[in-house]
């Protein structure tokens, strides 16, 4: 796949960065199966791609994942799954989509969504990267939890 670098932060509803939360990713490979006993096509899964990931957020809220683009399945757009952490606690699950993707308004969780503002919260751009010698991309989205720092 396209070695794709997804980065952002995750911050409270007033902007403020969140340290030491768990953010987890998990998509398809390249070829659209996923790394589970359940996958439809496993017989094409790519072994060497790992499909999950975990980060720690910085000081910064900062996180950083090099993963790949993306790619569609039967009946699904391409995203990747995304689940944040404090603790034992879960705070969110959502899904990451890629800005003008064709099959996004044929999706239907990405068209459920209800309005073009929570759409636009959870789609990324997914840009070449400057100097890059064999094509990679990178995707930058923020994750705004409904929390204030005390919480």
């Known amino acids: 796949g396209t070695i794709t670098h997804l980065s952002g932060r995750i911050l409270d509803s007033r902007g403020e960065p969140l340290r030491n939360h768990v953010i987890e990713i998990w998509q398809c490979d390249n070829n659209g199966a996923y790394l589970h006993s359940r996958s439809g096509n496993a017989d094409k899964?790519?072994?060497?791609?790992q499909g999950f990931g975990r980060f720690l957020t910085?000081?910064?809220?900062e996180?950083?994942?090099?993963?790949?683009?993306?790619v569609p399945y039967p009946g699904r757009t391409?995203?990747?799954h995304v689940k944040v952490r404090k603790g034992d606690r879960e705070l969110l699950t959502?899904?990451?989509y890629v800005e003008g993707e064709e099959l996004n308004q044929r999706d239907g969780i990405y068209r459920g969504l209800?309005?073009?503002?929570?759409r636009k919260s959870v789609t990324a751009e997914f840009k070449p990267l400057a100097?890059?010698?064999?094509g990679e991309l990178a995707a930058r989205i923020d994750v705004v939890l409904g929390l204030t720092?005390?919480?």
Do not use: L
Request: proline residues 9%; hydrophobic residues 20%.
């Open 114 to 118: 209800g309005s073009d503002e929570a």
């Open 78 to 80: 391409p995203h990747i």
């Open 149 to 151: 720092p005390r919480e």
């Open 45 to 49: 899964r790519d072994s060497s791609f």
């Open 94 to 96: 959502t899904q990451f």
């Open 63 to 70: 996180y950083y994942f090099r993963t790949i683009k993306p």
């Open 131 to 134: 100097d890059s010698k064999i």
């Open 58 to 61: 910085s000081s910064t809220g």
